[in-house]
């Protein structure tokens, strides 16, 4: 029943911005560390940015300083913001979260990822 569903993805130029989000739902007792990872045609996927529960982030050096990444945990939501966008960002982006379904007992989960896409 949990799942992860990502939106905002699209198409946008060089030097453009955008913002995903991605929603978890589902039986949820808690929700703790959640990422966004991206995978290029013909590469393998990669880490983007990741969030603890407590806010702590972390970042691809590729990425450090263009994107943000955030969460609201009301929502049960994780966002990421990418500004100055390149045409090496392009790939699909997947949201993953680590589910606490129970005290005690979690699992992974990704979400079906969404396509950015970034024209020069």
């Known amino acids: 029943q949990v799942q992860l569903v990502e939106s905002g993805g699209g198409l946008v130029q060089a030097g453009g911005s955008l913002r995903l989000s991605c929603a978890a739902s589902?039986?949820?007792?808690?929700?703790?560390?959640m990422g966004w990872y991206r995978q290029a045609p013909g590469k393998q996927r990669e880490k983007v940015a990741t969030?603890?529960?407590?806010?702590?982030?972390n970042y691809a050096d590729s990425v450090k300083g263009r994107f943000t990444i955030s969460r609201d945990n009301a929502k049960n939501t994780v966002y990421l913001q990418m500004n100055s966008l390149k045409s090496e960002d392009t790939a699909v982006y997947y949201c993953n979260a680590k589910i606490g379904l129970q005290a005690g007992l979690s699992t992974l989960i990704w979400g079906q990822g969404t396509q950015v896409t970034v024209s020069s």
């Open positions: 969030i603890t529960s407590g806010g702590t982030t």
């Open positions: 589902g039986s949820i007792f808690s929700i703790n560390a």
